[in-house]
């Protein structure tokens, strides 16, 4: 209590002054009166005395007259968290009132005319790294001030709060200009409870931002140590896209869609934390050009800009304490970068921060139906317009990125582990009855877990037509797998099918009218071409179309062009396309079962037709490194061609071994055909081995293998059904992809390995 009271006193003769039209003292630029809420009490009115103590801090420099001698030295680096002590101790003792304090939340910072920013050439670095520490000092006073002030009823304390959000996200674009011009440059530490160089991030990368097509690495330590995003979609073994979603969502994503903070993801250690309470904040309704709730009789507007910054730490947050259900944890991960940032966070269990997110359902689902219904707008607007739609773009890039984000937060709720668990079950109830109560209100109370689940899958479901670019469109796809999967029915399956397959078939285009492309979209959309494929009814025949339809298409089509069936299959996604479809054919045959000799002759010819159907889109898919003989394309095949050879051998042989008799024909049609795939592979090695690459080559000898395996165990095969007379053995030539002998090896020893060589039945 002694401490408490001498925080009161202290506090006000440290860091408070009167205010005053003129500051006297010499500092590097003049002291201005800034966000001021309460100019119309000029009786009393007080300031944050702040760019004279950050001057006495890091200049040294004291106002002139020396009439405060006797005044204790302080630093600004007290200010916030004094503040936050200050308003624990006075909300103890007044039953969570802040009505003492309420002058503090209005009160106006001395800082310089931020005007300065725009002349940020003609400045010294001195002067730049002042007025660097002076905003990250003013941004961590506003972020304490909402951590203390958020919860109080009061109305006219509520529309203050919002303004001091609405000023928090003016001062984060200032200061973002301020640091691009300002490489090298570290900001003083926000919070205390780690060891100095732990919090320290490396950030000699943020320095060249003035690059507009740069790109910066991120520095937070997230990405190291926060937890994968959730991929929903548990792919089998060779599926998954080589790049880590969880970076790209953070640095290419958060650029992609305009999103105002991205280039101080590196700072976040500098920032004061925000409590999970702010976040109520959220229930007021912060919207584009919408005006706070009329009850409030206040004039203060809710931007974009708000919701985006509110948006982006509560996604962060809980990246960091709720973890998906798929995520494979790092067993040793970083001691540095442990739980920086998320100090107040870590004090709460996962179960507690789920809580307090179901809470935030209602709202949160609000903003996504505004959300909708903005981009839902845009669309009819622009329906028809092909040259130059009408479009405020940083405005449609700022809600893109909103969207983004209040995606993320769904999925970071219903992917994490959590609700796997019993005990969660009721927490899991809870959340789904906020989505289903949207499609029926008033009904969801006794509804069974499973019609929740199928209600609030409709209604995520009603999103699909709105969202504004691939990246959401890949993470509802996720939420609804996640919902989906509790647990996955038939029809879910089919709707999950449906929509990954109208993603793929959508022409996604940046408002700039750029098509979307780069490794992010390539990851998602690796991730989405497996979602289809998994969940659709007949894998075979989905492969079949996209390669007999949507490929064809592409070839025929411009340089730059894409297929129009797909229009998310271009040059550039070729590959990833043709790794999904290669990997996916090779996983579905295994799920053939193997041939016995108690099959009936009805269950024999079934086996047979699918693995013709499998041998033919092989053949397809292997003949395409003819036209996309890119080195990805050809790493691709000779690894999935060898896999899918080694299926065969081990599940279709034995099926051709008894069937030979009864279906020749049908045997005899299928190995042809996979002969002609097969020779295709044996050529792809001859020019492997032509082109001397390493990575291509180090395929070669384990394809060779399964090659000859092949023709010895067709050999076997005839040899069991007395028809050894059918079979003979040829020497290949080594040929290029075209087809063509590769004179240089025609002299050198003849591959007799005999793969394909001509090894089926003769006719």
Not at 516 to 535: D, M, P, R, T, W
Request: with cysteine; aromatic share 8%.
């Amino acid at each position: 209590d002694k401490f408490g009271k001498s925080l009161v006193e202290d506090f006000p003769s440290d860091f408070v002054v009167d205010l005053n039209p003129t500051v006297d003292g010499s500092f590097l630029f003049p002291v201005k009166s800034l966000y001021n809420l309460d100019e119309d009490e000029s009786q009393g009115a007080i300031a944050i005395n702040l760019l004279p103590l950050v001057s006495q801090s890091e200049l040294g420099r004291v106002t002139d007259g020396m009439s405060n001698q006797s005044k204790r030295v302080v630093s600004p680096i007290c200010l916030s968290p004094c503040f936050r002590l200050l308003r624990l101790y006075t909300g103890e003792q007044n039953s969570g009132s802040l009505e003492e304090i309420d002058a503090l939340l209005g009160c106006p910072l001395y800082l310089t005319d931020l005007e300065v920013e725009e002349k940020l050439d003609s400045l010294s670095k001195q002067e730049r790294e002042f007025l660097c520490s002076l905003l990250f000092y003013a941004l961590n006073w506003f972020r304490e001030v909402v951590n203390a002030f958020c919860q109080q009823e009061d109305a006219e304390m509520k529309g203050k709060v919002l303004t001091r959000l609405q000023n928090i996200t003016e001062l984060q674009t200032v200061l973002g200009k301020c640091l691009a011009a300002t490489p090298g440059y570290v900001p003083p530490p926000a919070t205390f409870d780690s060891e100095a160089l732990e919090a320290v991030p490396s950030i000699n990368a943020v320095g060249p931002v003035r690059k507009r097509n740069g790109r910066k690495k991120k520095a937070d330590g997230s990405k190291a140590c926060s937890a994968d995003r959730s991929q929903a979609d548990d792919s089998s073994e060779g599926n998954q896209p080589d790049t880590e979603l969880s970076e790209l969502e953070k640095t290419t994503a958060e650029r992609e869609a305009g999103n105002p903070l991205a280039q101080l993801q590196s700072y976040r250690p500098y920032f004061r934390e925000l409590d999970l309470e702010v976040f109520t904040v959220l229930h007021c309704g912060l919207l584009t050009k919408s005006v706070l709730d009329t009850e409030m009789h206040t004039e203060v507007k809710g931007t974009a800009a708000e919701l985006c910054f509110l948006l982006d730490d509560l996604c962060w947050k809980l990246d960091h304490v709720l973890i998906p259900g798929s995520t494979r944890r790092v067993p040793f991960p970083k001691a540095s970068c442990k739980d920086i940032g998320f100090s107040h966070l870590c004090q709460r269990s996962p179960k507690e921060v789920a809580v307090c997110v179901v809470k935030l359902l209602k709202p949160l689902c609000n903003h996504m139906e505004n959300m909708h219904n903005y981009f839902q707008v845009i669309v009819i607007q622009n329906r028809g317009v092909e040259d130059e739609p009408r479009l405020n773009i940083q405005e449609h890039q700022l809600m893109s990125f909103c969207y983004q984000q209040l995606l993320l937060t769904f999925r970071s709720l219903f992917a994490w582990n959590g609700f796997s668990q019993h005990e969660n079950t009721d927490l899991l109830r809870s959340a789904l009855q906020v989505l289903a109560g949207r499609l029926k209100p008033g009904e969801t109370e006794f509804l069974l877990l499973e019609e929740l689940i199928s209600e609030s899958f409709h209604y995520l479901l009603n999103f699909q037509q709105s969202v504004p670019s691939f990246h959401c469109a890949f993470i509802l796809t996720q939420i609804l797998i996640a919902i989906a999967e509790k647990p996955m029915a038939g029809w879910k399956r089919e709707k999950m099918a449906s929509l990954a397959k109208q993603f793929l078939c959508q022409s996604w285009v940046k408002p700039s009218g750029d098509r979307e492309k780069g490794s992010q979209f390539n990851s998602a959309l690796h991730i989405l071409l497996c979602v289809y494929l998994e969940h659709t009814d007949n894998i075979l025949k989905a492969i079949e179309e996209i390669s007999s339809v949507g490929v064809p298409e592409l070839i025929n089509s411009a340089k730059e062009a894409c297929s129009s069936t797909y229009p998310t299959l271009n040059r550039q996604t070729f590959p990833v396309f043709f790794r999904v479809m290669m990997a996916q054919l090779e996983s579905s045959v295994k799920s053939i079962p193997a041939g016995k000799p108690s099959d009936s002759s009805e269950a024999q010819l079934e086996k047979l037709l699918r693995w013709n159907i499998a041998v033919r889109n092989f053949h397809i898919l292997v003949n395409l490194v003819k036209v996309f003989d890119s080195r990805p394309v050809l790493s691709i095949c000779l690894k999935y061609g060898r896999l899918f050879v080694e299926a065969f051998l081990k599940l279709a042989m034995p099926l051709l071994d008894y069937s030979f008799k009864k279906h020749r024909d049908d045997v005899q049609s299928l190995l042809k055909t996979l002969q002609l795939s097969t020779r295709q592979l044996h050529h792809m090695c001859g020019h492997s081995k032509i082109r001397q690459d390493i990575g291509l080559t180090n395929h070669v000898p384990l394809l060779k293998k399964s090659l000859e395996q092949f023709v010895y165990r067709v050999k076997a095969m005839l040899a069991f059904n007395h028809c050894q007379e059918a079979f003979w053995v040829g020497i290949l030539k080594n040929r290029d992809l075209q087809g063509e002998e590769i004179l240089s090896q025609a002299s050198e020893e003849r591959d007799s390995d005999g793969e394909d060589s001509a090894g089926s039945p003769a006719e």
